[in-house]
């Protein structure tokens, strides 16, 4: 394994803390993945995202792009005096190289980076690495110990393989879309990249799982994640439910089946809230609570299935109670009946949260491009060995030179590499 790299980025703002109670009481000790290696060659979302996780705890990750086609999340979203921020959340933690892999000395570099590392994490499609002559019989040759993150849209085999894989198609093919919207409206797609960041998040853990693996074994292997899978994963037991049942599950908007009521409100003053009745109790705090006690006295009222089946009854005797009260009347009232209630928060609702600054969820980072930048803060807190925001996401190729050379790349060999547009 490598030691840790020089941070080429300007630290954490030191009055700004990660967040409460995730220090460790040794201030210096060493995040839990310090001296493991990534190669990130991935671009767009869910390796990215699977590589930056590993980043925050303490890997060296090293951002390989194209010296002419950076990863495209540097263009997307808002920008602000032509740096993209979508870019700063994304490759934080991480330095950057450029490479063309297509080219002899961008291979040969890549192998010897390759050499170095303890995982690669790649989406192009299938067939892609084998091409350049950099799949896993070249990987492996030169480092039995690689592990080989491979995240497409559909996997390494079947009949959809060759396809283009985007995370919308998985949101599509999953059947998160066919549950999601109300039951007359068409299908709902989410407006971000949810199943990307769930194939990110599941592309760290299998990571993790073979490094874990190698531990016992002495040698690496290749993952192979599709991003069509962890979000059927995650949809729950919708297939137990068809094998056994034939039950499909419809569109019920913010309703579910399985307890009532559950929905989103209105308050007086023009806000909006949601309730939760997962626990028979709840449901009984809340019907005392908004003047209904009677139906709890109801037969239907025994079970969470059976109030789901009377939910217009249930909204209405919510809703309308919650409609005659402010937003604060409202949390305070739920509040002191202990029942279940949230604000339905927008982004600046998010940053003023009192519950998201106590944990520390968001962060705030010194950038030289940008200054100070506020942004999510690594994914859990751990007591002893805590993760950390070295830096933001970094100029595109900006740590090239210092990469290739501490690899043991001559200034000759980086001219030579450059000349035939390998960097």
Known sequence: MTPPPHDPGTPQDPGTPHAPGVRSDDPGAAPPLTGLRVLDLATLFAGPIAAMMLGDFGAEVIKVEHPAKPDPSRGHGPAKNGVGLWWKLLGRNKRTVTLDLSKPGGRATLLRLAATADVIVENFRPGTLERWELGWPELSAVNPRLVLARVTGFGQFGPYASRPGFGTLAEAMSGFAAITGEPDAPPTLPPFGLADSIAGLATAYAVLTALAARERTGTGQIVDMAIIEPILTVLGPQPLWYDQLGYVQPRTGNRTQNNAPRNTYRTSDGTWVAVSTSAQSVAERVLRLVGRPELIDEPWFATGAQRAAHADVLDEAVGGWIARHTRTEVMAAFEKAEAAIAPIQDVRDVVADPQYQALGTLTTLYDPELGRLRMQNVL????????????AGRP??????TVLTELGLTPKELAAL????AL
């Open 380 to 391: 859990f807190r751990l007591s002893a060995t805590p993760g950390a925001i070295r830096w």
């Open 396 to 401: 595109h190729g900006a740590d090239t030179d």
């Open 418 to 421: 450059r000349a035939e547009g």
